[in-house]
């Protein structure tokens, strides 16, 4: 069973998580890692969620404010041992519950376009893809995608 709190970054098991998901981020996307670093700082995220499988912090998914209306999400990780378990999806979904409870009307979030597993993921649950926004406009392996919450 999958358990999820609704915690901060300042959370210990979010922090390893992330730690964790850097480096396979440094390893996966060599050279221009550092440009993408820069734009997933953790300090000071209100909205964070961590999940749990027999009381080990397995994934995790941050969503921090866009626009007026809109939640950008970050930081999804899922520990490689606990794939394909549908970790990744509960703590999607409870991001966006979360947003909506904030009163938000979508969210938007980037990836990488070889990051196949988290584009079917998204896709899944009715992401469409986007123009590439802010930071990432025209940033060649970036892919935007958006979802409305109403």
């Known amino acids: 069973m999958i358990e999820l709190i609704r915690t901060t970054s300042e959370n210990p098991d979010f922090q390893s998580l992330v730690s964790k998901l850097d480096q396979y981020l440094a ?20 909205h964070v969620i961590v999940a749990y499988m027999d009381d080990k912090a397995v ?10 209306d809109s939640m950008e999400v970050k930081r999804m990780f899922v520990l490689p041992e606990c794939r394909g378990q549908g970790v990744a999806g509960e703590v999607l979904k409870g991001l966006e519950l979360w947003a909506g409870d904030l009163g938000m009307e979508k969210c938007v979030l980037e990836t990488g376009d070889d990051m196949t597993d988290a584009i079917g993921l998204y896709q899944k649950f009715g992401y469409i893809r986007i123009p590439n926004y802010g930071q990432y406009f025209g940033v060649e392996g970036s892919v935007c995608f958006e979802k409305s919450l109403s």
């Not at 998914?61 to 866009?66: D, L, N, S, W």
Request: net charge negative; aromatic share 14%.
């Open 27 to 46: 390893i996966r996307n060599g050279e221009s890692n550092d440009f993408y670093t820069q734009f997933n700082k953790i300090d000071l995220i209100q």
């Open 59 to 68: 994934g995790c998914g941050a969503i921090k404010q866009f626009d007026q």
